[in-house]
T-cell receptor, first 114, second 112 residues
Framework: GENVEQHPSTLSVQEGDSAVIKCTYSDSASNYFPWYKQELGKRPQLIIDIRSNVGEKKDQRIAVTLNKTAKHFSLHITETQPEDSAVYFCAASTTPGTASKLTFGTGTRLQVTL | GAVVSQHPSWVICKSGTSVKIECRSLDFQATTMFWYRQFPKQSLMLMATSNEGSKATYEQGVEKDKFLINHASLTLSTLTVTSAHPEDSSFYIC????????FGPGTRLTVT
């Protein structure tokens, strides 16, 4: 089955700096790569996603890049703010039928300090 | 966007009892739903795929006789934790459709 590795496990940056989180996946059949932000005790919140036919996607301060050949994808957050502090998960997905089956990375705890 | 609800949001039960968690799609039909489990400070781990009208598919290492899944309608999947033990205490989350995936709000289970 799919295996997703995520690094780093913790990341501390100063407000205004950039943060980069990297993930690798193993299953070449995976075709959808979402990133989630999760606050304590709450459901994961989708912040950006990318499909396998696209190499890069950007949404304001957040961008994701995908290298299918190397099977890795990265999340980039620019101009970080204290409210960006949370746990971030990458995921890789296949879509059997009508729904996405997600395999999550191990998570990155991002701390944005003043 | 699509809405997925879960009930209850939290539950405390005694060891040896069974607990049922419901996952509903409120404004769409879901032939497939997924159940995840998340232990404190860990990632979400897929437990099983719930298929409407047929048996669930369990991930390796998940006991199908302990975690009973029923997907009797296009809007409801239930997860029953049978003979719960303290090690089953976790955050259980369901999801539906995708991409993008819509998650339920989760159920915090504490077994005493």
């Amino acid at each position: 089955g799919e295996n997703v590795e995520q690094h780093p496990s913790t990341l501390s940056v100063q407000e205004g700096d950039s943060a980069v989180i990297k993930c690798t996946y193993s299953d070449s059949a995976s075709n959808y790569f979402p990133w989630y932000k999760q606050e304590l005790g709450k459901r994961p919140q989708l912040i950006i996603d990318i499909r396998s036919n696209v190499g890069e996607k950007k949404d304001q301060r957040i961008a994701v890049t995908l290298n299918k050949t190397a099977k890795h994808f990265s999340l980039h957050i620019t101009e970080t703010q204290p409210e960006d502090s949370a746990v971030y998960f990458c995921a890789a997905s296949t879509t059997p039928g009508t729904a996405s089956k997600l395999t999550f990375g191990t998570g990155t705890r991002l701390q944005v300090t003043l | 966007g699509a809405v997925v609800s879960q009930h209850p949001s939290w539950v405390i039960c005694k060891s040896g009892t069974s607990v049922k968690i419901e996952c509903r799609s409120l404004d769409f039909q879901a032939t497939t739903m997924f159940w995840y489990r998340q232990f404190p400070k860990q990632s979400l781990m897929l437990m099983a795929t719930s298929n409407e009208g047929s048996k669930a598919t369990y991930e390796q290492g998940v006991e199908k006789d302990k975690f009973l899944i029923n997907h009797a309608s296009l809007t409801l999947s239930t997860l029953t934790v049978t003979s719960a033990h303290p090690e089953d205490s976790s955050f259980y989350i369901c999801s539906a459709i995708g991409p993008p995936t819509y998650f339920g709000p989760g159920t915090r289970l504490t077994v005493t």
